[in-house]
């Protein structure tokens, strides 16, 4: 992992003695300059206005005290008024502020260097909910004076992306993403330098919602011209394990978007309707779909949510103790046989118990089972796993034509790709 190449963007410096040749932050700055990363600088916490324009900054250096300046120097007619001590209070409200805009709005490394006591800048954040001592966090937290040189800078940066896997993955597929999407803008300037009206009008004419489409154009061909990646492994061989529902979480915003705010007007492949405790998935073709037109015709297959219930990891088999085990129920051999064996006895219930045993095999057929990860599907039906909820959908292969206009209002989300083509295809094989 090479720390220098990963954070070689502009970084940003917000200290009040970021010009001062003799203070600690200096050296820091000087440690970063000479590894030819360009750096701004702020001597006060910037308006939070300003937020937004630091999205491409590769990190951020923050103070945490603000407060040593003489305040008369700066506005001594309100520190008549309000006091000095009330001036520092607001100061440090305003940096808290500021941290929490920049964490909530940005996904930006955050470095806080400072020479007050560690531990007091730590509680601080944590009484905010912005800091969590212990675990990994967003916020890297080190003492001004522990900073020497800039070999031990980036000695301190890749300690902390040791316990950060996301922050450098994002670090490494941005340098891919960027050289990238360069490459592609230059490539298509020297070919036909107008090319941008000549594509928005094509995509004009063929559907109404041409700012997605556009969008998803740029976004297919950087994807598709992304060189190998490369990932230094070991950062990604963290202890620890996350909760099921976190795992959920993450793996549904890979596959399904749900739609709140900004809802297209047109229908998509891979809309998802809801209706009472039934679903509906639209698999037509987007080619068919783009244009704005509530009476074009859906091609949808209906499910519905599977419950804890409907889903196995265990399969039937025998145990040491000699009995039969099915995931919910457990049967002695003698149990079994005496079931067989006296099966035409209808006094004492036999015939029963061994319908009983019968009923379970057909509810095991029934079960959907969980096996390596997968939820194993039969022939004619889909399994859509961590969609609506962290919900498990089982669709049908039954083919329902209804007009958009009919469902537009009970459309909730959308089945990303890939995931929206595999009922497409499953539905094109199981019928061929």
């Known amino acids: ?29 000087t440690a970063i300059t000479d590894s030819n ?32 300046v003489p305040i008369a120097a700066i506005d001594e007619e309100r520190m008549v008024l309000v006091g000095q001590t009330e001036l520092e209070k607001e100061k440090k409200e305003s940096l808290i502020d500021f941290i929490r805009l920049l964490l909530d709005k940005l996904f930006v490394p955050i470095f806080i260097f400072s020479g007050v006591d560690i531990n007091e800048v730590e509680d601080a954040l944590c009484e905010k909910g912005l800091y969590v001592k212990g675990k990994a966090n967003r916020i890297f937290v080190k003492s001004k004076t522990d900073v020497e040189s800039e070999e031990h800078l980036f000695q301190c940066i890749e300690e902390w992306l040791k316990e950060m896997p996301s922050i450098y993955a994002m670090k490494e597929w941005d340098i891919i993403f960027q050289t990238t999407k360069n490459s592609m803008f230059k490539e298509w300037y020297h070919y036909a330098p107008q090319w941008v009206t000549v594509i928005w009008n094509m995509l004009k004419v063929d559907s109404c919602e041409v700012h997605d489409e556009f969008g998803q154009f740029l976004t297919r ?11 230094d492994e070991t950062l990604f061989e963290m202890e620890g394990k996350s909760s099921v529902e976190e795992i959920k979480k993450v793996i549904e915003r890979e596959r399904y978007i749900e739609y709140r705010e900004n809802v297209p007007e047109q229908a998509y492949t891979g809309d998802l309707f809801k209706d009472s405790k039934h679903y509906y998935l639209n698999i037509r073709a987007q080619c068919d779909l783009s244009r704005k037109d509530d009476t074009v015709n859906l091609y949808l297959i209906k499910g519905k949510a599977l419950k804890d219930k409907d889903i196995t990891v265990e399969d039937i088999h025998f145990v040491s103790e000699g009995q039969l085990k099915f995931p919910n129920k457990t049967y002695t051999l003698e149990e079994i046989q005496q079931m067989c064996s006296s099966a035409s006895d209808e006094i004492n219930g036999s015939t029963e118990k061994l319908q009983q045993l019968n009923k379970q095999f057909r509810k095991y057929r029934n079960l959907v089972f969980f096996n390596q990860g997968e939820l194993l599907e039969r022939k004619p039906e889909i399994i859509l796993a961590c969609v609506d909820g962290g919900k498990i959908i089982k669709f049908e292969i039954d083919l329902i034509v209804m007009s958009f206009a009919e469902l537009k209002d009970k ?8 995931y929206n083509k595999d009922p497409a295809k499953v539905f094109s094989a199981y019928n061929s």
Do not use: C, H, Q
């Open 1 to 29: 992992m090479d720390v220098k190449k990963l954070f070689s963007g502009i970084a940003v410096i917000i200290d009040n003695e970021v010009d001062k040749k003799d203070a600690p932050i200096y050296k820091i700055r």
């Open 37 to 68: 990363i360009p750096v701004v600088t702020y001597n006060d916490i910037p308006a939070n206005e300003t937020i937004e324009s630091l999205r491409n900054a590769s990190f951020i250096i923050l103070d945490w005290n603000f407060f040593d």
């Open 221 to 231: 061909n950087v994807a598709n011209r992304v060189a190998e990646f490369s990932f």
């Open 411 to 418: 459309r909730i989300g959308r089945v990303l790709p890939p």
